[in-house]
């Protein structure tokens, strides 16, 4: 019985071939008739819009591009501007550097100045003072 049932399944009969045959006939037909517009029509939306987005990002790339090379040249006008300073301020260190040595040298000098003036003037009163315990030692010795 399952046999047959399969035979009769795979078996081809001409009248049943024929009438699928006219049967995918009739159907592409009504398809073409009534459909294969649209459907071309929403292919051509489709492909309207798929042409769109490439344009736009083709345009969009173009312009990141512009953007990318504005960057990069504002960058290495900044690289440079920085380079500049850069010098500048080592320039104006080192002449701030010799500045500050040359007054600690002047400063130097001067307080060396005033310690040999302090210590001569110490010296006089020294001897000053020296010159007048003598004297009254003298007149001690005298007095006596």
Known sequence: MLDSLYQSLVAVEPVTLIAQICNLFITLFVFKKFFWSK??????QRRA???KEITDAQSAKAEAMTIKATYEEN????KAKADALLVSAQQTAALRGEEIIQEAQRTAVQIKQKAEAD???EKKKAINDAKN????????????
């Open 119 to 121: 210590i001569a003037q």
């Open 75 to 78: 960058m290495r006008q900044s």
């Open 133 to 144: 315990e003598i004297s009254e030692m003298a007149l001690a010795i005298a007095g006596k």
């Open 39 to 44: 459907v071309l029509d929403i292919l051509d």
């Open 49 to 51: 819009a798929a042409d």
